[in-house]
Nanobody, 122 residues
Framework: QVQLVESGGGLVQAGGSLRLSCAAS????????MGWFRQAPGKEREFVAA????????LYADSMKGRFTISRDNAKNTVDLQMNNLKPEDTALYYC???????????????WGQGTQVTVSS
């Protein structure tokens, strides 16, 4: 069964850090472009970061650049998101996803996990 499962979310104080992990099964994630998105209550799902299949290039949303880092652990078949200096506005359900094209565009991602909740208290 092909699926993505996120983990690592939780409650953290502002300024703290969390590391999210996206475990792939049924596929080898290093063969795909992988991304992280997030959705806060009442808001649309927005792009966070992506790591490209070719060359390992990375893309970030402007508000996350310098605070978040996306990486692969090919031995574990995971894609991780290290989040530092978290802010209350980072509170959201975080999703990982797979795409045939390395992009910020949500519509280009065709396989999604169920999400992991991140809550940042002030």
């Amino acid at each position: 069964q092909v699926q993505l499962v996120e983990s690592g979310g939780g409650l953290v104080q502002a300024g703290g850090s969390l590391r999210l992990s996206c475990a792939a099964s049924g596929i080898t994630s290093s063969n795909y472009n992988m991304g992280w998105f997030r959705q806060a209550p009442g808001k649309e799902r927005e792009f966070v970061a992506a790591i490209c299949r070719s060359g390992g290039a990375t893309l970030y949303a402007d508000s996350m650049k310098g605070r978040f880092t996306i990486s692969r652990d090919n031995a574990k078949n995971t894609v991780d998101l290290q989040m530092n200096n978290l802010k209350p506005e980072d509170t959201a359900l975080y999703y990982c996803a797979r795409s045939a094209i390395c992009s910020r565009g949500r519509s280009l991602y065709n396989l999604w996990g169920q999400g992991t909740q991140v809550t940042v208290s002030s």
